[in-house]
């Protein structure tokens, strides 16, 4: 049993999910576009326009519980975006970071975790639900 929060279904467009995409590489990158951003989008795209059932204005209906594993099997299989799984510079030790540290001095031994982009991109998904919620009750109100 998942949170309740996750626990339903929404609507999605196919921009929604490269949207999700492009703005978790860009703020989970240690760059400031992450290297085949727009192939990693393309890619993404064509992928997920398999795996989900869209209608012909490009919006399906998603159960959000078991979304975060649907994602990173879709994910795990580009290329492009699993590479950005792993340091530019090859390092594959241990990197100190505090909570005062921004990360590794070197962006080259930072990477983008690929299983949190499929989560955020999940999250992304329960938000927008949470504050479309908030609005309609505002809007009742008034």
Known sequence: MGHERFDRTVYASVSDFTG????WLVKQSPYTVPINLSACVEKFDK??????????????????????????????????????????????GNIFVSRVSSGPENPDDNFIDIMAVAQNITCEFAQREDAEAWLDREKATV
């Open 20 to 23: 999700a995409l492009a703005k």
């Open 47 to 92: 992928k997920v326009r398999k795996v989900f059932s869209f209608d012909k204005n490009d919006i399906t209906q998603i159960a959000l519980l078991g979304l975060t594993e649907t994602v990173y099997s879709v994910l795990e299989k580009i290329p492009e975006i699993a590479s950005l799984n792993i340091p530019l510079s090859g390092h594959t």
